[in-house]
């Protein structure tokens, strides 16, 4: 089955303790993203990675890191987690044909941060 | 700055009934508009997009109009079933930016009974 697996599916951990969120996909996909979602503020894109050793920043990076050393594993880390990164988080993945293609999400992480 | 709005936070329509959900946009530079329904405890799921030479695209229930000058589109449910309620969300992407989607804020629908 096609699928996006994040894990944990959820986390209540405390400031400044170092996490990591793991992301894989079996679907071949070159693109991978992460996003977080909030009350009122929809998803937002946090990092994206065009391929393998290629990542860059969304629109709301800061606080987070992430790395792209195989195709299938993208991921996130917090290296010193804050209440304000409390938040739904996705990841998606797309093949590589066409900016119309859909994205496909895995059923997130919800990290609370005391 | 919110590119992508969706200005209804829920909507509830009764069962057999048409649900019609808006979105608007700012960004000229957008060319594709994805609807995404998403269940509690579940990741968004793709459900229908347009590209911004059409004005229409259909699919089954499921159809979406796109109004360019307007800068809106809406996505229509015909008919509505209660497997429908769910948060719906409209984002949109353009071409050459490394297919990064941006979405609006979502509409709760609830289909009744």
């Known amino acids: 089955e096609a699928q996006v697996t994040q894990n944990p599916r959820y986390l209540i951990t405390v400031t400044g303790k170092k996490l990591t969120v793991t992301c894989s996909q079996n679907?071949?996909?070159?693109?991978m993203s992460w996003y977080r979602q909030d009350p009122g503020l929809g998803l937002r894109q946090i990092y994206y990675?065009?391929?393998?050793?290629?990542?860059d920043k969304g629109d709301v990076p800061e606080g987070y890191k992430v790395s792209r050393k195989e195709k299938r594993n993208f991921p996130l880390i917090l290296e010193s987690p804050s209440p304000n990164q409390t938040s739904l988080y996705f990841c998606?993945?797309?093949?590589?044909?066409?900016?119309?293609?859909?994205?496909?999400f895995g059923d997130g992480t919800r990290l609370s941060i005391l | 700055d919110q590119q992508v709005k969706q200005n209804s936070p829920s909507l509830s329509v009764q069962e057999g009934r048409i649900s019609i959900l808006n979105c608007d946009y700012t960004?000229?530079?957008?060319?594709?508009f994805l609807w995404y329904k998403k269940y509690p405890a579940e990741g968004p799921t793709f459900l229908i997009s347009?590209?911004?030479?059409?004005d229409k695209n259909e699919d089954g229930r499921f159809t979406v109009f796109l109004n360019k000058s307007a800068k809106h589109l809406s996505l229509h449910i015909v008919p509505s079933q209660p497997g429908d309620s769910a948060v719906y969300f409209c984002?949109?992407?353009?071409?050459?930016?490394?297919?990064?989607?941006?979405f609006g804020t979502g509409t709760r629908l609830q289909v009744t009974l």
């Open positions: 347009i590209s911004s030479i059409k």
């Open positions: 990675s065009m391929n393998v050793e290629v990542t």
């Open positions: 679907m071949n996909h070159e693109y």
């Open positions: 984002a949109a992407s353009a071409t050459g930016t490394a297919s990064k989607l941006t």
């Open positions: 960004n000229s530079m957008f060319d594709y």
């Open positions: 998606a993945s797309r093949g590589s044909t066409g900016p119309g293609q859909p994205q496909h």
